[in-house]
């Protein structure tokens, strides 16, 4: 338990200052205050086709934390995503290390925050190995928020296919039992109260979980007098709404669990730009149909991975088209809607945008620094595609009979 009882230090999301035009809110109820936008840093140095450089890195630091009132970047141990020989795990943190040192940014000028590997890995032993080792790749005394990259335990939401159907088989599974199961809500947060007493780290989150495992973190760190979890990263978009109507707003809201939601994935892997409309992603060349079967994080063809398939259901390309087209009579972009309409959801803390060039970061800027917020007609608009298919990335008419409950990436279905 906690050498000292924990204290909010006010209401998730309020505004606390706004620097070069961009608000930064609380996260959750701790003393950590992020811009709305932050840097998703996933394909930084990695090895995809396209991949920015570290150069491009430093560029856009530079540029958004220097320069652009941005504060938070958001990596994790396992980042670069692909990795290869030449660019191995850890690399992204060495990155936003040595930009910092060559820099001499000082360090309350920059809010990080990284992720352990999730799963068994998750353990209090390994909670504080993998700490230790993403401090000495940064190089720095402290990492602001450290997440879970996933659940410690079973959770149909870990996996990144299209099934959101809690199956007990797959709790029951060896993977999950063996060695007295995993790691209770007590010890994670035990543990991670060890890291905040230590100075190793300001406050904890969670990433890619869901309602229970929420409200089950801040519980048990309430009761043991511990510091709960200040943040729960998830998919999130104008396609992707779950987080809002699948009891995660309402667990973190400031009236309930007090807890901050960064949303990654706000343009839907790239669909959400428009540029894939007319001419597909590898995905969908049916000359390159065995590339469907590709290992979540193990390779990004054309800038795609076998996981991000579900972007592209039938359901999803309709909802696009038709958000295309409100983007097109308000005179705007697909992507300056669908990043502008993410900045107004009120349980969206603060959204993290990977970007390949200066070019898409100078475009983010600018929608997280524009004033005025989309009219109630264009969010109505919205709304009504919305209500069509609540669910389109879940939705799918590419299953076959033959394959016996499993997905296209291995994932249970339904």
Aim: glycine letters at 8%; proline letters at 5%.
């Amino acid at each position: 338990a906690g050498d000292r009882e924990y204290k909010s230090r006010g209401a998730t999301n309020e505004v606390v200052k706004v620097v070069e035009g961009m608000k930064r809110r609380r996260l959750g109820g701790s003393d950590i205050v992020v811009s709305e936008l932050g840097l998703g840093t996933q394909r930084w140095v990695s090895a995809d086709f396209n991949a920015p450089s570290e150069e491009d890195c430093f560029a856009f630091m530079d540029a958004a934390i220097l320069k652009g009132g941005v504060n938070l970047i958001d990596t994790a141990e396992q980042y670069p995503i692909p990795s290869s020989s030449a660019n191995r795990e850890g690399d992204t943190e060495r990155t936003i290390g040595r930009w910092m040192r060559e820099r001499k940014v000082p360090r309350e000028k920059v809010v990080i925050a990284s992720k352990i590997t999730g799963g068994r890995n998750v353990t209090p032993k390994n909670i504080r190995r993998d700490c230790d080792g993403s401090l000495e790749r940064f190089k720095t005394d402290y990492i602001d928020v450290y997440q879970l990259h996933w659940p410690q335990r079973y959770s149909p939401q870990a996996n990144w296919g299209q099934s959101l159907k809690y199956n007990v088989e797959n709790d029951r599974d060896p993977y999950w039992r063996q060695f007295g199961g995993p790691t209770s809500f007590e010890e994670l947060c035990v543990a991670m109260e060890d890291l905040v007493q230590r100075g190793k780290i300001r406050s904890w989150g969670l990433c890619n979980d869901n309602a229970y495992g929420l409200t089950a973190c801040t519980r048990t760190a309430k009761s043991l007098g511990t510091t709960p979890p200040c943040s729960i990263q998830g998919d999130f978009s104008i396609l992707d709404r779950k987080s809002e109507e699948n009891g995660v707003a309402e667990a973190a809201s400031p009236f309930n669990e007090n807890v901050g939601f960064m949303s990654y994935n706000a343009l839907a892997g790239g669909m959400l730009t428009g540029k894939y409309m007319d001419v597909p992603a590898a995905l969908d060349d049916s000359d390159r149909a065995e590339e469907h079967r590709v290992p979540p994080g193990e390779a990004r063809h054309a800038g795609v991975g076998g996981d991000a398939y579900r972007y592209r259901t039938d359901a999803a390309r309709a909802a696009i088209a038709e958000y295309a087209q409100i983007a097109k009579k308000y005179g705007m972009s697909l992507t300056e809607l669908s990043l502008r309409w993410n900045r107004q959801r009120s349980l969206v803390t603060t959204t993290l945008v990977g970007h390949s060039n200066m070019r898409q970061l100078q475009e983010s800027l600018k929608y997280f620094t524009v004033k005025e917020p989309l009219s109630d007609q264009i969010m109505w608009d919205i709304d009504m595609v919305h209500m069509k298919n609540r669910l389109p990335l879940f939705s799918s008419n590419r299953v076959g009979r033959d394959w016996l409950g499993e997905g296209e990436i291995g994932e249970p279905i339904p």
